[in-house]
């Protein structure tokens, strides 16, 4: 499936962009991203758990799943999933969410005629349709077990971090450094490697 979308993100880069990867999709990396990434980093790591705390005292506990990880002591198992979640996952989900459907959004939005009172309310639209779409796209990790009030909420604020991150710098570059910490330290927790 990877493989499949990476092929989509190349055909929609020929088709309807310049070609080029690294201009379509604000894949650049500059320096002035180390001050950005920290920031979104620790939102995710010291606010998420707040606003999951939120969540289930709102909705109520369902029980289930901690982690949509799958814990296994045979590297045929937990090699692929870390390639996956670490390195897969991050790069095609911030492609398709932050380099594509975002801006798409924002754009459509702004209509021909953008002012700046609009742009904003169109940045931040464009953020949290994305956000939700990005989060729902999650969800049937539920049939697995996984709770689904935290599931929803967690990757709901972190579709609205890595999505304020890609509007800030116009380029998805840092959130996708971001999103690949963030699944690590996830992937890294539940092998019991953090605390």
């Known amino acids: 499936m990877p493989v499949l979308i990476t ?15 690294i201009r379509d999709y604000g894949l650049s990396f500059r320096w002035i991203d180390l ?24 909705f109520g506990d369902p029980g289930g799943l901690e982690t949509n990880v799958v814990v296994s002591p045979e590297p045929a198992v937990w090699l692929p999933e870390l390639i996956l979640a670490v390195v897969a996952a991050p790069f095609i989900e911030e492609v398709v969410f932050r380099g594509m459907l975002q801006p798409s959004l924002k754009r459509w939005f702004d209509g021909e ?19 939700v779409i990005f989060c729902s796209l999650h969800l049937p990790q539920i ?6 009030v935290s599931l929803a909420a967690s990757t709901l604020f972190a579709g609205i971090v890595f999505g304020t ?7 998805t570059a840092p959130s996708i450094v971001v999103h690949a910490a963030s699944n690590l330290v996830a992937t890294a927790g539940a092998y019991g490697l953090m605390g």
């Open 113 to 131: 005629w953008p002012d700046p009172d609009r742009s904003v309310r169109a940045t931040n639209g464009a953020v949290l349709i994305t956000a």
């Open 143 to 148: 049939i697995g077990g996984v709770n689904g």
């Open 35 to 58: 001050l950005g990434i920290p920031v979104a980093f620790a939102a995710i790591w010291y606010i998420e758990p707040i606003v999951v705390f939120i969540a289930l005292m709102i």
């Open 165 to 171: 991150l890609a509007m800030a710098t116009r380029r």
């Open 7 to 21: 092929g989509w993100i190349v055909v929609v880069s020929r088709k309807w962009g310049t070609g080029n990867l």
